[in-house]
């Protein structure tokens, strides 16, 4: 069984910062294992935001390019995404996924919400 939890979300101001988080627990592979963050604001479907391979290598969209990052740490069990220079289009519901290098499944969270006002 897994568990991934997303924190950190809130309402900033547009040009703030916010650095989210989700823990892990269960069998995901620390070391082993594929993370993503996507999110969905209401009335469009889900964006993929970044991803991050076991192996450290990083891929963020075009439309947070510069201001949104991935990162992990393994010993923690932890993917994060911080989000600088955040804009009123960035708000959403975002969410963390993961999965097993190898495997078929994917794993998410349930979310956590982002605001920025204009």
């Known amino acids: 069984q897994v568990q991934l939890v997303e924190s950190g979300g809130g309402l900033v101001q547009a040009g703030g910062s916010l650095r989210l988080s989700c823990a892990a627990s269960?069998?995901?592979?620390?070391?082993?294992?594929m993370g993503w963050w996507y999110r969905q604001a209401p009335g469009k479907g889900r964006e993929l935001v970044a991803?991050?391979?076991?192996?450290?290598?990083?891929y963020t969209a075009d439309s947070v390019k510069g201001r949104f990052f991935i990162s992990r740490n393994n010993a923690k069990n932890t993917l994060y995404l911080q989000m600088n220079s955040l804009k009123p289009e960035d708000t959403a519901m975002y969410y963390c996924?993961?999965?097993?290098?190898?495997?078929?499944?994917?794993?998410w969270g349930q979310g956590t919400q982002v605001t920025v006002s204009s």
């Open positions: 996924a993961a999965r097993n290098d190898g495997d078929d499944k994917d794993y």
């Open positions: 269960g069998s995901i592979r620390s070391k082993d294992a």
């Open positions: 991803t991050i391979t076991s192996r450290g290598i990083t």
